[in-house]
Nanobody, 124 residues
Framework: QVQLVESGGGSVQAGGSLRLSCAAS?????????AGWFRQAPGREREGIAT???????TYADSVKGRFTISRDTTNNALYLQMDFLKPEDTAEYYC?????????????????WGQGTQVTVSS
């Protein structure tokens, strides 16, 4: 069973930056498949915010476009989410997600694997 482990969450003031990381257990290679990030704020639906496919194509939710950047490191087999110009409305639990498909989108709901999440809190 593939396990995804997120790290890098924390508290930051509005306008600040954070970088989330996601590591996968043996048996999953990020560069071979599409993976991404979701988030869920209290009382709100889970939202897909960024995906990176096996051909290096990306998709972003409008709410984060221009501020967040998804990337991966093939040497360390890790997925990242660089979050800049953070806003209080970015406060949420952030989840790493992964598929066995070459393409995926922020509007997709079926992902093979989910991490346990990391909390991001942005204060005004």
């Amino acid at each position: 069973q593939v396990q995804l482990v997120e790290s890098g969450g924390g508290s930051v003031q509005a306008g600040g930056s954070l970088r989330l990381s996601c590591a996968a257990s043996a048996g999953y290679i990020f560069s071979r498949y599409c993976a991404g990030w979701f988030r869920q704020a209290p009382g709100r639906e889970r939202e897909g915010i960024a995906t990176l496919n096996s051909y290096d194509g990306t998709t972003y939710a409008d709410s984060v476009k221009g501020r967040f950047t998804i990337s991966r490191d093939t040497t360390n087999n890790a997925l990242y989410l660089q979050m800049d110009f953070l806003k209080p409305e970015d406060t949420a639990e952030y989840y790493c997600v992964a598929t066995r498909r070459s393409h995926c989108y922020t509007t997709d709901r079926e992902f093979n694997y989910w991490g346990q999440g990391t909390q991001v809190t942005v204060s005004s």
